[in-house]
């Protein structure tokens, strides 16, 4: 398979009333258990970087070029995103650096000052037909992925009209770095927003959302489902149980690789579970 554009997966995404899940990405074996466990299920996924994870690493160029390499050679279609990013300057290196979105993060500033910086980075983006995403969470500041925050339907509206925004993040009630799936969605304020709003909507911190809400969620309008810190827990699990089991092991070929192979199996339940939902849904 090549390179998939965004804006392509979506699409076929919509054309098919299901969602895309697209995964985290932190160091290449992150990058290399998400193809694998995509190809297990013969699923499309996309591969996320954070403006976070690009500081860890110093720069975007390294882990994007890998995560390139990684795509590029799978099975499956796969494309890359840039995620919540707050610097002008990573959202007009995107193309550059081989991805064909990105996530503005203006959430946490005010509504309008939300809606001036989002418009102002979508109309730069076209020049590069790239696939644009921006969150929206409540007027004031809070970002769609702090605990608490709602997003408004008549304010989703007008911000998509607004700003020309290609995807949407959404606050129903489901938060970044959860460990436990103990967050309930609000599926009455997802089916209003997508009532009016017509881009695809995104549900950001999925990993804290019980399986039976996020299947519900995709049935109601969710397009693309961000997943990330599941991810990281089953790699962290991985290492540190090959290491309790084989004290005195120093190749971290080992444990990185048994983390690896975590995450590629988290994303194969994570993708049969999306695909059986719907298939409940739609015998």
């Known amino acids: 398979m090549t390179l998939e554009r965004t804006a392509a997966l979506i699409d076929q995404a919509i054309a098919h009333d299901r969602p895309v899940a697209a995964f985290n990405v932190?160091?290449?074996?992150?990058?290399?258990?998400?193809?694998?466990?995509?190809?297990?299920?013969?699923?499309p996924v996309i591969l996320q970087l954070?403006?976070?994870?690009i500081g860890y690493h110093g720069g975007p160029r390294a882990i994007a070029r890998g995560m390139r390499e990684v795509a590029e050679s799978a099975g499956i279609p796969v494309a890359l995103h840039l995620d919540h990013l707050t610097r002008p300057e990573l959202c007009a290196r995107?193309?550059?650096?081989?991805?064909?979105?990105f996530m503005i993060d203006a959430a946490g500033l005010p509504y309008a000052q939300n809606v001036e910086v989002t418009a102002r980075t979508v109309a730069v983006a076209a020049a590069d037909r790239l696939w644009v995403e921006s969150e929206l969470g409540e007027v004031g500041g809070k970002g769609a992925?702090?605990?608490?925050?709602?997003t408004a339907p008549d304010e989703a509206a007008a911000f998509v009209?607004?700003?020309g925004i290609h995807g949407l993040a959404i606050a129903i009630g489901s938060s970044h770095a959860m460990r436990e799936k103990t967050a309930t969605l609000d599926l009455d304020l997802l089916a209003r927003i997508?009532?009016?709003?017509?881009?695809?909507?995104?549900?950001?911190?999925?990993s804290g959302v019980r399986d039976d809400d996020l299947?519900?969620?995709?049935?109601?309008?969710i397009r693309k489902v961000n997943i990330g810190?599941?991810?990281?827990?089953?790699?962290?699990?991985?290492?540190?149980?090959?290491i309790q089991q084989q004290p005195g092991v120093s190749d971290p070929r080992v444990f990185v690789g048994a983390g690896r192979t975590a995450i590629a199996d988290r994303v194969e339940r994570v993708l049969d579970l999306l695909a059986a939902g719907l298939r409940r849904e739609r015998p």
């Open 94 to 101: 995107t193309a550059d650096l081989g991805f064909s979105s």
């Open 26 to 43: 932190v160091q290449l074996e992150h990058a290399q258990g998400i193809v694998a466990g995509a190809e297990r299920v013969g699923q």
């Open 50 to 53: 954070s403006e976070n994870t």
């Open 145 to 150: 992925h702090q605990s608490g925050a709602r």
């Open 194 to 206: 997508e009532a009016v709003v017509d881009v695809p909507l995104v549900l950001h911190g999925s």
């Open 229 to 242: 810190t599941q991810l990281n827990d089953a790699f962290t699990g991985a290492v540190v149980s090959t």
């Open 161 to 163: 009209e607004a700003t």
């Open 215 to 221: 299947v519900a969620a995709t049935r109601r309008g």
